[in-house]
C-alpha cells in the first residue's frame, strides 16, 4: 500500500525557514517522479517543486528560488527546505507522487498518489 506522510510543518516568523519531509512506504523514492504542492485557503491547489528520478527539479517561478526539493533514497523520504519564508506562503502543503517517471511537472494530473498535508503559517 502505497502511503505519503507529510511532517516538518508549523508557524513561522516572516524571513524564517521550515524544512518539510514526506516519509514514503510502497514504493521507492527514486522509482517515481514527486512534488510539493501547496493550497490556500480559497485558492486552488498549485504545484511548489517537483523532481524526476534523474535528479532534475522544476520550480513555480514565484518562489524565486527560496525553496529546494530534494530526495533521500536512504530513508526514502522527499524534502521541500523552504528559507525566506513569506505571509503569501502561507498554505496546507501536499506531497505527491506520479505513478512512474515522468520529467519533473507542476501539472497536477500527473499524480496519483497524496498525501494529507502539514501546514505551514508564516506570521508577519
Known amino acids: 500500500e502505497v502511503q505519503l506522510v507529510e511532517s516538518g510543518g508549523g508557524s513561522v516568523q516572516a524571513g524564517g525557514s521550515l524544512r518539510l519531509s514526506c516519509a514514503v512506504s510502497g514504493f521507492g523514492t527514486r522509482d517515481y517522479t514527486m512534488a510539493w504542492f501547496r493550497q490556500a485557503p480559497e485558492n486552488e491547489r498549485e504545484g511548489v517543486a517537483s523532481l524526476d528520478v534523474d535528479g532534475r527539479a522544476m520550480y513555480v517561478d514565484s518562489l524565486e528560488g527560496r525553496f529546494t526539493i530534494s530526495r533521500d533514497n536512504a530513508k526514502n523520504t522527499l524534502d521541500l527546505q523552504m528559507n525566506s519564508l513569506k505571509p503569501e506562503d502561507t498554505a496546507m502543503y501536499y506531497c505527491?507522487?506520479?505513478?512512474?517517471?515522468?520529467?519533473?511537472?507542476?501539472?497536477?494530473?500527473?499524480?496519483?498518489?497524496w498525501g494529507q498535508g502539514t501546514q505551514v503559517t508564516v506570521f508577519s
Open positions: 505527491a507522487a506520479a505513478g512512474g517517471h515522468y520529467y519533473p511537472t507542476l501539472s497536477e494530473t500527473t499524480y496519483h498518489y
